[in-house]
């Protein structure tokens, strides 16, 4: 089936740093990715919606100069949290669409932690 | 998208049905009722989907009411590693429609 893979399962950073977390589709191509955030014991929130060659489109309250998401190919999106703080510690998760209905498939998550 | 109601918590018991319920009164005739789950610290898995009549794969079954007002999720013989949260999405499934996840459902099955 189609899988996307999400590296790095886990990273931890300082405060101030930036982060860049990959998300493939390893057999099918996605013109559209999505990028979730999932604090503890909640459910997953909607950051953005990743479009191939073209600007991400973002969730209300979301700010796209601190979540740059770049996705340049159709296998390939990222998501980089800029100067990152404490308060960025979260599970980040990638989705893409597979073909039809099918439904949509996800990332295994990166777990951040900003110290 | 519609919204979607779901008893937050359930138990069951290993090796019996599990049988998940959920509400989407406000459904609309072009939406489809997705089933996922996480497990633990991963990303959510795609269980199910249908629109009208029943669906079942190796994974589950789904029985969408005849008012498509309400669905519920069988997983026929639940076991430990079926311990999840189980989300009901609505979603019409356009090429750019994303989904929005509601609480959810906190199964756990019990040996």
């Known amino acids: 089936g189609a899988v996307v893979s999400q590296h790095p399962s886990w990273v931890i950073c300082k405060s101030g740093t930036s982060v860049k977390i990959e998300c493939r589709s390893l057999d099918f191509q996605a013109t559209t990715m999505f990028w979730y955030r999932q604090f503890p014991k909640q459910s997953l929130m909607l950051m953005a919606t990743s479009n191939e060659g073209s600007k991400a489109t973002y969730e209300q309250g979301v700010e796209k100069d601190k979540f740059l998401i770049n996705h340049a190919s159709l296998t390939l999106s990222t998501l980089t949290v800029t100067s990152a703080h404490p308060e960025d510690s979260s599970f980040y998760i990638c989705s893409a669409r597979v073909g039809g209905l099918g439904g949509y498939t996800f990332g295994s998550g990166t777990r951040l932690t900003v110290v | 998208d519609a919204k979607t109601t779901q008893p937050p918590s359930m138990d069951c018991a290993e090796g019996r049905a599990a049988n998940l319920p959920c509400n989407h009164s406000?459904?609309?005739?072009?939406?489809?009722v997705y089933w996922y789950r996480q497990i633990h610290s991963q990303g959510p898995q795609y269980i199910i989907h249908?629109?009208?009549n029943n669906e079942t794969n190796e994974m589950a079954s789904l029985i969408i009411t005849e008012d498509r007002k309400s669905s519920t999720l069988i997983l026929p013989h639940a076991t430990l590693r079926d311990t999840a949260v189980y989300y009901c999405?609505?979603?019409?499934?356009?090429?750019?429609?994303?989904?929005?996840f509601g609480k959810g459902t906190l199964l756990t099955v019990n040996p």
């Open positions: 999405i609505v979603n019409s499934g356009g090429s750019n429609y994303k989904l929005t």
């Open positions: 249908g629109l009208k």
């Open positions: 406000t459904i609309s005739g072009n939406e489809y």
